[in-house]
T-cell receptor, first 118, second 113 residues
Framework: DAGVIQSPRHEVTEMGQEVTLRCKPISGHDYLFWYRQTMMRGLELLIYFNNNVPIDDSGMPEDRFSAKMPNASFSTLKIQPSEPRDSAVYFC????????????????FGPGTRLTVL | KNQVEQSPQSLIILEGKNCTLQCNYTVSPFSNLRWYKQDTGRGPVSLTIMTFSENTKSNGRYTATLDADTKQSSLHITASQLSDSASYICVVRDNNAGNMLTFGGGTRLMVKP
């Protein structure tokens, strides 16, 4: 298995531009998470999906951020318009279906997208 | 509010030495605690998972301990190697929070030759 795939790995853009980050979860996983990591704040959960449905988006910083999961194998995180304070590493993670031992479910992280907004 | 605090924030040790990283949490009700290793430029990878009833768990040179009464965990690294240089993140699951986790700020470990 290739693991969680994210693209692009690096993105440099100018303030005001639209940015789209992409994620392909591990096949068979039905939970998908988007995180943001900065030196100051560490890892922060932005939003997570279960079976393609957004379950909790309370971590999405503001209306400039939106996330979609049109099918089980693809998700996007969009920032429009981008601002310099959005510069961070964005991680996508997935985990398998909840079961009897669902509390043990490990989240498998992708390699991240390093976003720089100038 | 659920919180996970890690110490130290950063640590430098010589290759071959041992070290211990600390994690204190206020997450309640507690479900489980994981230690993740994050290499530079990569996503976190799980090292160990501990539940309420477990006091210690090993994964090679990594040994995690858990004291659920004091809400403390530690990660001990034995005979450190250069490849141990990474950030180590303590992550706690709230038994009522479904798949949501509370992350510590991490300890950045550097192993020098």
């Amino acid at each position: 298995d290739a693991g969680v795939i994210q693209s692009p790995r690096h993105e440099v853009t100018e303030m005001g531009q639209e940015v789209t980050l992409r994620c392909k979860p591990i096949s068979g996983h039905d939970y998908l998470f988007w995180y943001r990591q900065t030196m100051m704040r560490g890892l922060e959960l932005l939003i997570y999906f279960n079976n393609n449905v957004p379950i909790d988006d309370s971590g999405m910083p503001e209306d400039r951020f939106s996330a979609k999961m049109p099918n089980a194998s693809f998700s996007t995180l969009k920032i429009q318009p981008s601002e310099p304070r959005d510069s961070a590493v964005y991680f996508c993670a997935s985990s398998p279906p909840a079961g009897r031992l669902s509390s043990y479910n490990e989240q498998f992280f992708g390699p991240g997208t390093r976003l720089t907004v100038l | 509010k659920n919180q996970v605090e890690q110490s130290p924030q950063s640590l430098i040790i010589l290759e071959g030495k041992n070290c211990t990283l600390q994690c204190n949490y206020t997450v309640s009700p507690f479900s489980n605690l994981r230690w993740y290793k994050q290499d530079t430029g990569r996503g976190p990878v799980s090292l160990t998972i501990m539940t309420f009833s477990e006091n210690t768990k090993s994964n090679g040179r990594y040994t995690a301990t858990l004291d659920a009464d004091t809400k403390q965990s530690s990660l001990h690294i034995t005979a450190s190697q250069l490849s141990d240089s990474a950030s180590y993140i303590c992550v706690v699951r709230d038994n009522n929070a479904g798949n949501m986790l509370t992350f510590g700020g991490g300890t950045r470990l550097m192993v020098k030759p």
